[in-house]
């Protein structure tokens, strides 16, 4: 069943045919029978398993290899002809040496099972945005995960041509010492064998979305980036959208997802989620940068998500949800996990499928990586432009992180220039001594640090050049949720309470607040931010947006440390407001 007529496209998937020696191939639909004939053969052969169709109708628990259960950073790889076009901060191999060693793995690595041949389309298909791609795999686990996560099939076919996104997967052996994830900006090519998680395989997500198209972006003058998309409805009816980039474990879900709080919500305040993970930002006609989410679906963490966290995440999950990696309650056939509720099941199976209950648990119920695999059209709040081919407008952009002291609760950049310099020395602080010395700044430029598909200086130049092409950009802030006091609690409140934050933000974009200068950039005085119904005085506020310059000194020397990583790369411009920043904290 051959749905794609581009001989190109078809030339390639016969080639990966004669190296995988699949038995058989089956070309994906998207059609709902297919998808549900492929559900009940992965239950037949325990790949995935039905969960209680009254309390979770059409969702499933898979488990994966118990050494398979999260993105490899240490074995992934950007393979471009020059090492100087990976930088420093990415893995590189020569392509022709990897082409090899993978070829290698993958020769014969699907006999004895069935080829399954994705067609899909990150953004709506057939809009400007839209890119497309094939990816090969010998796991229905994948297929239905894509299936979520992207727009796959038939309609899809008619738009792949010679610049399409080629993508293989093989489970292969499961081999940890020979699993690779590798993307070929220069051929626009994934390659991915011996895992058989998330990231590592769902290539539209990571591979594609990222890396690659990060790489595509900087071609064709356009941005794509971790970040959320967010609109924030204010009490007129006017709909404002921001994206936010954070490093993991910084509140990104939650703030794509956002509930005002109750004083706000009466006085008709409503966000809508456009997406939860990433955007892509192209220039449009009137000058402003205007943004899709590329993906269908949500690959969000479980744990941790709860009726209090982020009720709107944990609403998509009851219908039409694959979870990976979470514990199995035998009582009712449904699943939980660690800071779900505070009722554990006390007859479970856990993540690795191995009989749980708190009385006798040796570890945790569910993984703490494991996944949900949601529809985004589930979720309550998901805005009316989800599908909108055109994207929309962005009139702020957040970069986040999670710092102790020095980084005020809110800042806003003096400039486009001085904004990327923000977002390029962004980072949160190391919380556990496991993880490397304990507030120690881990930098994580514009949470792009293990996805930016070329050399990192360049990114920032390109980011910079932007500016040439927007005549509105978008304005450009730094937020930090993580201030403590001195017994390391948090002071500000978050969550919902963040849209106190946002509101200034939004109202600086549209000249509606007022602003202090100061030597990091604008911030807004205590009395320009509204604290009504939210336990927090004026003098607490007062201290969150302190600028503490002696910090900042020490902050300086970190970012002069960070950027000696980049050399005679790192853009003049950067340098320069580095400089800048020294000179006023001095001044």
């Not at 070309?27 to 992965?42: H, N, T, V, Y």
């Not at 795999?137 to 041509?161: C, E, F, H, K, P």
Request: aromatic content about 10%; overall charge negative.
């Amino acid at each position: 069943m051959e749905i794609i007529k581009n001989q190109t496209v078809l030339d390639w998937i016969n080639a990966q045919v004669d190296l995988t020696k699949p038995d058989q191939v089956v070309w994906i639909d998207g059609s709902e029978a297919q998808l549900e004939a492929l559900r009940q053969q992965a239950c037949s052969t325990g790949e995935i398993y039905k969960l209680n169709e009254e309390k979770l109708p059409g969702c499933y628990l898979h488990r994966s290899d118990p050494t398979d259960v999260a993105r490899v950073e240490s074995r992934t790889f950007i393979c471009c002809e020059r090492q100087e076009d990976a930088g420093p901060t990415n893995n590189w191999m020569a392509p022709a040496e990897m082409y090899a060693k993978l070829n290698k793995l993958y020769d014969g690595s699907m006999k004895g099972r069935t080829m399954y041949v994705i067609p899909y389309c990150m953004g709506v298909v057939g809009s400007p945005f839209a890119k497309y791609g094939i990816e090969l795999t010998d796991s229905i686990y994948v297929v239905l995960n894509m299936a979520i996560m992207t727009r796959v099939g038939a309609q899809v076919a008619d738009y792949l041509d010679e610049g399409f996104i080629k993508g293989l997967h093989s489970k292969g052996t499961l081999d940890p010492e020979e699993r690779y994830i590798v993307q070929f900006p220069e051929d626009n090519a994934i390659m991915s064998i011996n895992s058989g998680y998330g990231g590592n395989v769902l290539q539209g997500k990571k591979c594609f979305a990222l890396r690659i198209a990060s790489n595509l972006g900087r071609q064709e003058g356009w941005l794509a980036e971790h970040m959320l998309i967010l609109g924030v409805e204010n009490p007129q009816g006017e709909v404002r959208y921001i994206t936010g980039a954070f490093p993991s474990a910084c509140g990104k879900t939650n703030l794509a997802m956002l509930i005002p709080p109750e004083g706000y919500r009466k006085n008709g305040w409503k966000c809508w989620c456009v997406g939860d993970d990433i955007a892509w930002l192209r220039p449009g006609p009137d000058g402003r940068l205007w943004a899709v989410n590329p993906e269908k679906g949500f690959f969000g963490v479980a744990p941790g998500t709860n009726a209090n966290s982020n009720p709107n995440a944990l609403a998509t999950t009851q219908k039409g949800t694959i979870f990976t990696n979470v514990a199995l309650n035998l009582d009712d056939n449904t699943v939980w996990w660690e800071k779900l509720d505070k009722n554990p099941p006390h007859n479970a199976l856990d993540w690795q499928g191995n009989p749980w209950s708190p009385e006798t648990a040796q570890g945790p119920a569910a993984h703490p990586n494991s996944r949900f695999t949601a529809p985004a059209e589930n979720c309550p709040c998901i805005s009316q432009a989800f599908n909108d081919p055109q994207g929309v407008p962005i009139s702020a952009m957040i970069f986040g992180g999670r710092r102790a002291k020095t980084v005020p609760l809110v800042y806003q950049s003096r400039s486009w220039q001085h904004g990327v310099f923000m977002g390029s020395i962004m980072g949160s602080e190391k919380t556990a001594a496991a993880e490397g010395t304990v507030g120690e700044t881990r930098r994580d430029p514009m949470a792009m640090l293990p996805f930016c598909g070329y050399h990192m200086a360049d990114y920032w130049q390109h980011w910079l050049d932007m500016e040439k092409v927007l005549t509105n950009p978008p304005k450009i802030f730094n937020v930090n949720w993580f201030q403590t006091d001195d017994q390391g609690n948090f002071i500000w409140p978050g969550f919902g309470e963040n849209l106190r934050v946002l509101e200034w933000i939004l109202k600086r974009c549209f000249d509606e607040a007022g602003a202090q200068e100061t030597q990091i950039g604008y911030l807004p005085k205590p009395e320009d931010m509204n604290l009504e119904g939210v336990d927090i005085t004026r003098d607490t506020l007062a201290g969150l947006l302190r600028v503490d310059p002696e910090g900042w000194k020490k902050e300086c020397e970190g970012i002069h440390a960070f950027y000696e990583r980049f050399g005679d790369k790192l853009p003049a411009a950067l340098r320069q407001e580095l400089k800048d920043l020294e000179a006023r904290l001095e001044g």
